[in-house]
Antibody
Framework: QLQLQESGPGLVKPSETLSLTCAVS??????????WGWIRQPPGKGLEWIGA???????YYNPSLESRITISVDTSKNHLSLRLSSVTAADTAVFYC??????????????????WGKGTTVTVSS | QSALTQPASVSGSPGQSITISCTGS?????????VSWYQQHPGEAPKLLIFDVTKRPSEVSTRFSGSRAANTASLTISGLQTEDEADYYC??????????FGGGTKLTVL
């Protein structure tokens, strides 16, 4: 059964870089030919799409965050990572690691999310 | 990109039907058929309810249905049950190859 486990510091100082890792178990990122990525949810607010990365490393980012984010995969460790630079209090959120699906067999795209991690809370505060 | 527009809250009594709307543009909701709905209970990750505007994953109850008219998608829940009380989010894959979510709707089952 596919499981996603986010990890990283729960507290980040303003202007610093937030770094999160997502360990994937139950599937191989390298052979999956799927999209993987990140979604965030500020406290008491809605979901915000951060971005998606394909097995090959091709990335798609939220235009409003693009200048500050980097999503990468490490196929040797079977994990993906998120870096968000120059954080402010507005970046405080629960960050979810996700697997995307097209719901079409043998077609890869990031139309929908079918697997979510449990989420990790990151607070930006001095 | 702008978030899709959903009502902040809706409510209904057990057994009734409710509909949640989600309004966007021709670049997202009104574009391709990649419109979806998610259900999120407090403290949990969201769950996919509807994809391709109207389709349900096999494990989702037939009480949940989706539709679309122009740039507005709708989620209808029939035969409301207490366990349906949750937050609901619409989402669309855009013509710019991004994903956008609605602001979320809190469903209260009275």
């Amino acid at each position: 059964q596919l499981q996603l486990q986010e990890s990283g510091p729960g507290l980040v100082k303003p202007s610093e870089t937030l770094s999160l890792t997502c360990a994937v178990s139950g599937d191989s990122i390298k052979s999956s030919r799927q999209y993987w990525g990140w979604i965030r949810q500020p406290p008491g607010k809605g979901l915000e799409w951060i971005g998606a990365i394909y097995t090959s490393g091709t990335t798609y980012y939220n235009p409003s965050l693009e200048s500050r984010i980097t999503i990468s995969v490490d196929t040797s460790k079977n994990h993906l990572s998120l870096r968000l630079s120059s954080v402010t209090a507005a970046d405080t959120a629960v960050f979810y690691c996700v697997r995307y699906t097209s719901m079409v067999p043998r077609w890869s795209d990031f139309y929908y999310i079918d697997v979510w991690g449990k989420g990790t809370t990151v607070t930006v505060s001095s | 990109q702008s978030a899709l527009t959903q009502p902040a809250s809706v409510s209904g009594s057990p057994g009734q039907s409710i509909t949640i709307s989600c309004t966007g543009s021709s670049s997202d909701i009104g574009g391709d058929n990649y419109v979806s709905w998610y259900q999120q209970h407090p403290g949990e990750a969201p769950k996919l309810l509807i994809f391709d505007v109207t389709k349900r994953p096999s494990e989702v109850s037939t009480r949940f249905s989706g539709s679309r008219a122009a740039n507005t998608a709708s989620l209808t829940i029939s035969g409301l049950q207490t366990e349906d009380e949750a937050d609901y989010y619409c989402s669309a894959y855009t013509s710019s190859h991004t994903l956008v979510f609605g602001g979320g709707t809190k469903l209260t089952v009275l």
